[in-house]
DNA sequence: CAAACATATGAATAAATGCTCATATGATAA
DNA sequence: TTATCATATGAGCATTTATTCATATGTTTG
């Protein structure tokens, strides 16, 4: 996913109605959230941006699943998913617990469903 | 945004424990969504997936905005900005319409502050 | 009409991403 | 302990992506 270090943006030529909306420009600059909420923001979307991670989240819907089974059930390569869990848990989505030689992966909490749900009502109009 | 047609995933070599959670495989495949959802719901979050999108989007909560203003209020290029409605259009989470010279934009529905909300609550824990 | 303005878009480029392969880590079983 | 199993991870590659620059489209004004 995205570093989002991309260089600082530079040339704000633009047209010259910025006075005339200048009221707008004002108000959109003291709303906006700071630069590192936003970032948080971006990270987390972008963890529900592919895929094979919203098929794992869908997997873990229904169950707790180790990471053998993840990949059974999807086809896909363990090292794949794995590397997928990886990025899900850094967006705090998934969490896991050792099982003796196996390590179970389940939804960290409801707002992963709760976020899934608003996308579907939105993609279904 | 990714196109994500990459190829059909193979190799699905895995641990031996295939047979032992076999329900769970089962039962995930039963309840996963078909092919082309999954594919609209990644695209959906795609597009909240990326700080300059966010920041437009929170631009537009406060109020309809040109493109002009957008790009003032942020300190990017109107090529830039032009670029990322663009693929928000495509989303379906901003229209615009002509008003004079000027294209004026705004939030498609509701759905769009619901998930940024949901977002949101998700990173402040 | 032509000139000026606001927005859109194609090409190019640097950076990020997802998968594969090979290998490392860490737990259990013999 | 050593062997085996389940998972994690680093490197490499092909693809995707966000921005810039230059230019095109479309509207309004003179």
């Given at each position: 996913?995205?570093?989002?270090?991309?260089?600082?943006?530079?040339?704000?030529?633009?047209c010259?109605?910025?006075?005339?909306?200048?009221d707008k420009?004002?108000?959109?600059s003291?709303?906006?959230?700071?630069?590192?909420?936003?970032?948080?923001?971006?990270?987390?979307?972008?963890?529900?941006?592919?895929?094979?991670?919203?098929?794992?989240?869908?997997?873990?819907?229904e169950?707790?699943?180790?990471?053998?089974?993840?990949?059974?059930?999807?086809?896909?390569?363990?090292?794949?998913?794995?590397?997928?869990?990886?990025?899900?848990?850094q967006?705090?989505?998934?969490?896991?617990?050792?099982?003796?030689?196996q390590?179970?992966?389940?939804?960290?909490?409801?707002?992963?469903?709760?976020?899934?749900?608003?996308?579907?009502?939105?993609?279904?109009?």
């Open positions: 996913m995205e570093k989002e270090s991309r260089k600082i943006m530079h040339g704000v030529e633009c010259d109605i910025e006075e005339v909306h200048a420009v004002q108000m959109v003291e709303q906006m959230p700071p630069e590192d909420r936003l970032y948080d923001l971006a990270e987390l979307f972008k963890a529900f941006g592919d895929t094979t991670r919203i098929r794992i989240l869908f997997a873990l819907f169950a707790e699943i180790c990471v053998c089974d993840l990949a059974a059930s999807l086809g896909m390569t363990q090292s794949a998913i794995s590397h997928q869990l990886r990025l899900l848990k967006a705090r989505l998934v969490s896991g617990r050792r099982e003796g030689k390590i179970v992966y389940f939804l960290a909490d409801d707002h992963v469903r709760t976020i899934i749900q608003q996308g579907m009502d939105h993609i279904m109009e």
